[in-house]
């Protein structure tokens, strides 16, 4: 489990393919002689589970499942991503309780400058739009965030979030562009709501 609170960004070393699945080398600040082998760090959202360490280079390796749930197969040497390591007890709830399981991509279509801080505008599919509600919290490449609104157009559902200066610093919103795709989950609170409504219905 995570917080959606970052704490590196991580710059792949290396992309390894074999058969079907990816395998990564990831540099960090993370101290990595405190990292377990089989310990799990969110990378840009999406749990993955460390199978080797070299220096300050962590390795994971990512299934062809994940690959197709993600934007993981664009990553390439030198692209930067949001690491969060997972919770332990006693750590402090920063931000709401994440998985690391992406449920989809969630497409920026605006992007303006409010005071000091960044309105950031998404668009996500039909079938992930009702899962997201004003007030609500959404995990965009890793990151907690709260929705500010949401609206539904013909394609599907739009929602806005501020990203504030220390946010937009310290992880990779900070360069992010009209038209780029993000790993987003949905709020599990919302998840379990959704499945428990179908249930009974």
Known sequence: ??????TDIGIISSVQNEGGDTRLGIQTKFDLSKTDIG???????????VV????????????????????????????KINLEQALKMGDELGGHIVSGHVDGLATLTALNKEG???????????????FIAPKG?????G??????????????????????????DNTTLG????????HLEIDMLARYVQRALAYNA
């Open 1 to 6: 489990m995570f917080t959606g609170i970052i």
């Open 39 to 49: 310990a799990s760090i969110a990378c840009a959202g999406c749990c993955l589970t």
């Open 52 to 79: 080797e360490k070299q220096g300050d280079v962590f390795f994971v390796e990512v299934s062809a499942e994940s690959l197709s749930k993600t934007n993981i197969s664009a990553w390439s040497e030198g692209t």
């Open 116 to 130: 000091d801080s960044h309105r950031l505008t998404f668009e996500v599919p039909k079938e992930l739009g009702g």
């Open 137 to 141: 919290s959404v995990t965009l490449d």
């Open 143 to 168: 990151i907690s965030l709260t929705v500010n609104e949401v609206s539904i157009i013909s394609e599907g559902t739009t929602f806005g979030v501020n990203i504030i200066p220390h946010t937009w």
């Open 175 to 182: 360069v992010i562009k009209i038209g780029d795709k993000v």
